[in-house]
Protein backbone atom coordinates (compact mmCIF):
# COMPACT_ATOMS: atom_id res chain seq x y z
CA UNK A 1 0.00 0.00 0.00
CA UNK A 2 1.32 3.72 -1.03
CA UNK A 3 0.57 5.09 2.52
CA UNK A 4 3.32 2.81 3.76
CA UNK A 5 6.89 2.78 3.56
CA UNK A 6 9.80 1.44 4.75
CA UNK A 7 13.43 2.26 3.84
CA UNK A 8 15.97 1.13 3.40
CA UNK A 9 13.93 -2.26 1.08
CA UNK A 10 17.34 -3.75 1.40
CA UNK A 11 20.12 -3.82 4.17
CA UNK A 12 23.04 -6.61 4.36
CA UNK A 13 25.40 -5.70 7.54
CA UNK A 14 27.87 -7.08 9.53
CA UNK A 15 27.52 -8.88 13.52
CA UNK A 16 27.28 -6.45 15.97
CA UNK A 17 26.23 -3.22 13.89
CA UNK A 18 23.81 -1.18 15.15
CA UNK A 19 21.18 -0.69 12.19
CA UNK A 20 17.78 1.15 11.54
CA UNK A 21 14.96 0.40 9.57
CA UNK A 22 12.38 2.98 9.08
CA UNK A 23 8.53 3.08 8.46
CA UNK A 24 6.21 5.78 7.61
CA UNK A 25 2.92 6.02 7.29
CA UNK A 26 1.31 8.73 5.36
CA UNK A 27 -2.03 8.54 7.34
CA UNK A 28 -2.66 9.32 10.60
CA UNK A 29 -3.42 5.49 11.83
CA UNK A 30 -2.83 5.37 15.87
CA UNK A 31 -1.85 1.65 15.86
CA UNK A 32 1.73 0.65 14.28
CA UNK A 33 3.21 -2.42 14.21
CA UNK A 34 6.92 -4.35 13.87
CA UNK A 35 6.91 -8.23 12.37
CA UNK A 36 9.40 -10.35 11.05
CA UNK A 37 8.66 -13.28 8.45
CA UNK A 38 11.02 -16.40 8.79
CA UNK A 39 10.37 -19.66 7.13
CA UNK A 40 8.49 -22.31 9.31
CA UNK A 41 7.64 -18.65 11.59
CA UNK A 42 5.17 -17.18 9.55
CA UNK A 43 4.66 -13.85 10.94
CA UNK A 44 5.49 -12.99 14.10
CA UNK A 45 5.13 -9.55 16.02
CA UNK A 46 8.55 -7.73 17.51
CA UNK A 47 6.91 -4.50 18.50
CA UNK A 48 3.83 -2.20 18.41
CA UNK A 49 2.70 1.10 19.63
CA UNK A 50 -0.54 2.28 20.31
CA UNK A 51 0.17 6.34 19.92
CA UNK A 52 3.11 8.85 19.57
CA UNK A 53 4.99 8.03 23.03
CA UNK A 54 3.36 4.79 23.75
CA UNK A 55 5.00 0.99 23.04
CA UNK A 56 5.07 -2.10 23.53
CA UNK A 57 6.76 -5.90 23.14
CA UNK A 58 5.65 -8.05 20.90
CA UNK A 59 5.91 -12.24 20.88
CA UNK A 60 10.25 -11.62 19.77
CA UNK A 61 11.17 -8.15 21.07
CA UNK A 62 14.52 -9.22 22.45
CA UNK A 63 17.48 -7.57 20.43
CA UNK A 64 15.12 -4.92 19.33
CA UNK A 65 14.39 -1.23 20.02
CA UNK A 66 11.68 0.58 19.14
CA UNK A 67 10.66 5.10 19.32
CA UNK A 68 7.28 6.59 18.24
CA UNK A 69 8.20 10.77 18.97
CA UNK A 70 5.82 11.25 16.03
CA UNK A 71 2.44 9.30 14.82
CA UNK A 72 3.18 8.57 11.10
CA UNK A 73 6.89 7.15 11.85
CA UNK A 74 7.97 4.03 13.96
CA UNK A 75 11.78 3.22 13.44
CA UNK A 76 13.29 -0.10 14.62
CA UNK A 77 16.50 -0.54 15.90
CA UNK A 78 18.42 -3.48 15.91
CA UNK A 79 21.03 -2.52 18.53
CA UNK A 80 23.55 -4.89 17.94
CA UNK A 81 22.50 -7.26 15.06
CA UNK A 82 22.96 -10.92 15.22
CA UNK A 83 22.68 -13.49 12.56
CA UNK A 84 19.96 -14.47 13.75
CA UNK A 85 17.90 -11.39 13.20
CA UNK A 86 18.30 -12.15 9.66
CA UNK A 87 14.63 -12.18 7.97
CA UNK A 88 11.98 -9.82 6.35
CA UNK A 89 11.10 -7.13 8.28
CA UNK A 90 7.45 -6.02 8.09
CA UNK A 91 5.65 -2.79 9.18
CA UNK A 92 1.51 -2.78 9.50
CA UNK A 93 -0.40 -0.30 10.60
CA UNK A 94 -4.36 -1.10 11.42
CA UNK A 95 -7.28 0.65 8.86
CA UNK A 96 -10.48 -0.43 7.80
CA UNK A 97 -14.08 -1.42 9.14
CA UNK A 98 -12.38 -4.27 10.93
CA UNK A 99 -9.20 -2.92 11.99
CA UNK A 100 -7.42 -5.13 9.84
CA UNK A 101 -3.82 -4.77 9.14
CA UNK A 102 -2.38 -3.47 6.40
CA UNK A 103 1.50 -3.79 5.42
CA UNK A 104 4.44 -2.21 4.30
CA UNK A 105 6.52 -3.28 1.16
CA UNK A 106 9.16 -5.16 3.85
CA UNK A 107 12.62 -4.78 4.82
CA UNK A 108 14.99 -7.81 3.77
CA UNK A 109 17.93 -7.82 6.47
CA UNK A 110 20.48 -9.85 6.51
CA UNK A 111 23.41 -9.91 8.67
CA UNK A 112 26.55 -11.64 8.10
CA UNK B 1 -3.34 -18.28 24.34
CA UNK B 2 -4.99 -17.97 20.80
CA UNK B 3 -2.81 -20.47 18.01
CA UNK B 4 -3.49 -20.13 14.51
CA UNK B 5 -2.42 -23.79 12.23
CA UNK B 6 -1.73 -24.09 8.31
CA UNK B 7 -1.36 -27.83 8.28
CA UNK B 8 -0.47 -27.68 4.11
CA UNK B 9 2.74 -26.17 3.50
CA UNK B 10 2.14 -26.54 -0.39
CA UNK B 11 -0.94 -26.83 -2.43
CA UNK B 12 -0.99 -27.00 -6.16
CA UNK B 13 -4.01 -26.34 -8.67
CA UNK B 14 -4.53 -26.61 -12.24
CA UNK B 15 -5.34 -22.81 -13.80
CA UNK B 16 -9.34 -22.74 -13.62
CA UNK B 17 -9.51 -25.24 -11.27
CA UNK B 18 -10.77 -24.89 -7.49
CA UNK B 19 -8.36 -24.93 -4.02
CA UNK B 20 -9.16 -24.99 -0.72
CA UNK B 21 -6.55 -23.72 1.62
CA UNK B 22 -6.76 -25.36 4.82
CA UNK B 23 -6.72 -23.21 8.36
CA UNK B 24 -7.55 -24.02 12.10
CA UNK B 25 -7.42 -21.44 15.35
CA UNK B 26 -7.70 -22.53 18.64
CA UNK B 27 -9.44 -19.79 21.13
CA UNK B 28 -11.56 -19.30 24.24
CA UNK B 29 -12.73 -16.30 22.73
CA UNK B 30 -16.52 -15.96 21.32
CA UNK B 31 -16.27 -13.15 19.13
CA UNK B 32 -12.87 -12.35 16.94
CA UNK B 33 -12.03 -11.31 13.32
CA UNK B 34 -10.21 -13.91 11.03
CA UNK B 35 -8.27 -12.84 7.70
CA UNK B 36 -6.22 -14.33 4.79
CA UNK B 37 -3.48 -12.37 3.72
CA UNK B 38 -1.93 -13.40 0.16
CA UNK B 39 1.93 -12.76 -0.43
CA UNK B 40 2.92 -12.96 -4.13
CA UNK B 41 6.55 -13.31 -5.44
CA UNK B 42 6.83 -9.32 -4.53
CA UNK B 43 6.25 -9.71 -1.14
CA UNK B 44 3.62 -7.48 -0.22
CA UNK B 45 1.39 -8.68 2.12
CA UNK B 46 -2.27 -8.47 0.85
CA UNK B 47 -5.51 -8.80 2.62
CA UNK B 48 -7.84 -11.30 0.70
CA UNK B 49 -10.68 -11.99 2.63
CA UNK B 50 -12.15 -10.91 6.50
CA UNK B 51 -14.68 -12.74 8.66
CA UNK B 52 -15.95 -11.72 11.84
CA UNK B 53 -17.05 -14.75 13.75
CA UNK B 54 -20.23 -13.15 14.96
CA UNK B 55 -21.65 -13.25 11.23
CA UNK B 56 -22.44 -16.94 10.25
CA UNK B 57 -22.48 -15.94 6.78
CA UNK B 58 -19.12 -16.96 4.84
CA UNK B 59 -17.32 -14.19 3.54
CA UNK B 60 -17.05 -13.75 -0.26
CA UNK B 61 -14.58 -11.85 -2.33
CA UNK B 62 -15.09 -12.25 -6.12
CA UNK B 63 -13.43 -15.50 -7.03
CA UNK B 64 -12.04 -15.99 -3.05
CA UNK B 65 -15.05 -17.19 -0.57
CA UNK B 66 -14.70 -18.82 2.84
CA UNK B 67 -15.68 -21.89 4.70
CA UNK B 68 -16.26 -20.45 8.26
CA UNK B 69 -16.80 -23.56 10.95
CA UNK B 70 -17.04 -21.69 14.57
CA UNK B 71 -17.90 -24.91 16.14
CA UNK B 72 -15.37 -26.65 14.22
CA UNK B 73 -12.38 -23.33 14.58
CA UNK B 74 -11.91 -24.32 11.34
CA UNK B 75 -11.48 -21.64 8.37
CA UNK B 76 -10.68 -22.77 4.95
CA UNK B 77 -10.00 -20.40 1.52
CA UNK B 78 -11.85 -21.36 -1.55
CA UNK B 79 -10.23 -19.97 -4.93
CA UNK B 80 -12.18 -20.34 -7.76
CA UNK B 81 -11.05 -20.31 -11.49
CA UNK B 82 -7.70 -20.25 -10.38
CA UNK B 83 -5.50 -17.82 -12.28
CA UNK B 84 -1.95 -17.89 -12.76
CA UNK B 85 -1.73 -14.66 -10.76
CA UNK B 86 -3.05 -16.49 -7.71
CA UNK B 87 -0.01 -18.47 -7.19
CA UNK B 88 1.29 -17.01 -3.75
CA UNK B 89 2.04 -17.59 -0.31
CA UNK B 90 -1.25 -17.19 1.70
CA UNK B 91 -1.48 -16.58 5.58
CA UNK B 92 -4.23 -17.04 7.61
CA UNK B 93 -4.60 -14.77 10.44
CA UNK B 94 -6.55 -14.38 14.12
CA UNK B 95 -7.18 -11.20 15.51
CA UNK B 96 -9.28 -10.78 19.11
CA UNK B 97 -12.25 -8.89 19.93
CA UNK B 98 -11.77 -4.98 19.78
CA UNK B 99 -12.89 -4.89 23.51
CA UNK B 100 -10.24 -7.38 24.20
CA UNK B 101 -7.18 -6.11 25.57
CA UNK B 102 -4.89 -7.76 23.03
CA UNK B 103 -7.43 -6.20 20.36
CA UNK B 104 -4.76 -5.32 18.11
CA UNK B 105 -2.19 -7.99 17.04
CA UNK B 106 -2.41 -10.57 14.80
CA UNK B 107 -1.71 -14.25 15.02
CA UNK B 108 -0.28 -15.88 12.22
CA UNK B 109 -0.21 -19.07 10.52
CA UNK B 110 2.83 -20.44 9.00
CA UNK B 111 1.71 -19.97 5.51
CA UNK B 112 0.63 -22.25 2.79
CA UNK B 113 2.72 -22.01 -0.61
CA UNK B 114 0.22 -22.47 -3.80
CA UNK B 115 0.97 -22.95 -6.93
CA UNK B 116 -0.44 -22.59 -10.06
CA UNK B 117 -0.22 -25.06 -13.24
CA UNK B 118 -1.15 -23.62 -16.79
Known amino acids: DAGITQSPRYKITETGRQVTLMCHQTWSHSYMFWYRQDLGHGLRLIYYSAAADITDKGEVPDGYVVSRSKTENFPLTLESATRSQTSVYFC???????????FGPGTRLTVT | AQTVTQSQPEMSVQEAETVTLSCTYDTSESDYYLFWYKQPPSRQMILVIR??????QNATENRFSVNFQKAAKSFSLKISDSQLGDAAMYFC???????????????FGTGTRLQVFP
Open chain 2, 51 to 56: QEAYKQ
Open chain 1, 92 to 102: AINRGPSYEQY
Open chain 2, 93 to 107: AYRSPLTSYNTDKLI
